[in-house]
């Protein structure tokens, strides 16, 4: 069946650097590609999405590239703060399926000062 | 502050009792959905209804009924629940049509006793 994978259950990163969390998924038929971030006790917020006709989509100090070649998303947070921490989902849509996503199991950002 | 509302925030039920969870957005959107995120598993989607109509049941066991009066409002009843039941109920609502990203209340922590 489809699944949605990121490749690495926890990143810590030094506050400033850049952060870069991957995801690989299985189903060349999704058309449409969400990244949220989950802080504790806090429901999934949408960060940035990117649709299949698209291979790079920039938001405020956040990148999503998209490699459909290899099934590969990606989410590039500049200069991470403090309040990136969180645990960050990747999400895919299959193509005419609105709204029911399939998430991945989600990675951990720590972010150390 | 998110345009999605959960309420309550915390329930501790028993297994023989009877309770609702109560999801309200106000973003104007008319299609929602019940998630259940469990410790280490991927958001799991349990019900979806769009234009007020249940498009989707995933196969969830009938002790969880869901309920959609409106556009803007979402119940979940839950009766004689197990303690592997025991999760966070995440409601989302977002456009029907297109591709279009979820928006997630804060969910609703259960505890089966």
């Known amino acids: 069946g489809e699944s949605v994978g990121l490749h690495l259950p926890t990143l810590s990163v030094q506050e400033g650097d850049n952060s870069i969390i991957n995801c690989a998924y299985s189903?060349?038929?999704?058309?449409?590609f969400i990244w949220y971030k989950q802080e504790s006790g806090k429901g999934p917020q949408f960060i940035i999405d990117?649709?299949?006709?698209?291979d790079k989509r920039q938001g405020q100090r956040v990148t999503v590239l998209l490699n459909k070649t290899v099934k590969h998303l990606s989410l590039q947070i500049a200069a991470t703060q403090p309040g990136d921490s969180a645990v960050y989902f990747c999400?895919?849509?299959?193509?005419?399926?609105?709204?029911?996503?399939?998430f991945g199991q989600g990675t951990t950002l720590q972010v150390k000062p | 502050e998110t345009g999605v509302t959960q309420t309550p925030r915390h329930l501790v039920m028993g297994m023989t009792n009877k309770k609702s969870l109560k999801c309200e957005q106000h973003?104007?959107?008319?299609?929602m959905y019940w998630y259940k995120q469990s410790a280490k598993k991927p958001l799991e989607l349990m019900f979806v209804?769009?234009?007020?109509?249940?498009?989707e049941n995933n196969s969830v066991p009938s002790r969880f009924s869901p309920e959609c009066p409106n556009s803007s409002h979402l119940f979940l009843h839950l009766h004689t629940l197990q303690p592997e039941d025991s999760a966070l109920y995440l409601c989302?609502?977002?456009?029907?049509?297109?591709?279009?990203?979820?928006?997630f209340g804060n969910g609703t922590r259960l505890t089966v006793t």
């Open positions: 989302a609502s977002s456009q029907a049509r297109g591709n279009s990203p979820l928006h």
């Open positions: 189903n060349s038929a999704s058309d449409y």
């Open positions: 990117i649709r299949s006709n698209m």
């Open positions: 999400a895919e849509n299959l193509l005419g399926n609105t709204g029911k996503l399939i």
């Open positions: 973003l104007g959107h008319n299609a």
């Open positions: 209804y769009s234009l007020e109509e249940r498009v």
